[in-house]
């Protein structure tokens, strides 16, 4: 099938409308009204890029202060998340991390270009 792809106009809401109610039927996630205008949240989110610890201070409790101290953060800037991925196998980490919330099942592919 070929397709013609081209920048988004105002023209094209009823259709992303559609889709995006559909997307969001799919998740089972509500986001009505101002979400839905500003399309996903209505305050910034935090995106870990990476935790490393130091090796000779790991298990030691660094990372949970890093994390507490972010999470901390992000409700004093009333932020509407922080979130972040790690390796499927990185058991150690996840162990952490699992205390915080449950990994929410998507996995992440990145395309290199």
């Known amino acids: 099938m070929k397709l013609a792809i081209r920048k988004i106009e105002a023209r094209d809401r009823p259709r992303w409308q559609a889709l995006w109610e559909g997307y969001c039927a799919f998740y089972k996630v ?5 979400v839905t205008e500003h399309t ?3 305050t910034p989110a935090c ?3 990476d935790l490393f610890v130091d090796p000779k201070t790991r298990a030691k409790g660094v990372g949970k ?4 101290w972010l999470i901390a953060e992000a409700k004093a800037q009333k932020w509407s998340r922080v979130y972040w ?3 499927e196998t990185n058991y150690r980490a996840r162990g952490l991390y699992d205390k ?3 990994h929410s ?4 592919y990145v395309v290199k270009t």
């Open 40 to 42: 996903w949240s209505l």
């Open 47 to 49: 995106y870990l890029g």
């Open 105 to 108: 099942g998507f996995l992440r």
């Open 65 to 68: 202060q890093l994390i507490d």
């Open 100 to 102: 915080y919330t449950p």
């Open 85 to 87: 991925a790690t390796a």
């Open 30 to 34: 509500d986001l009505r009204g101002a």
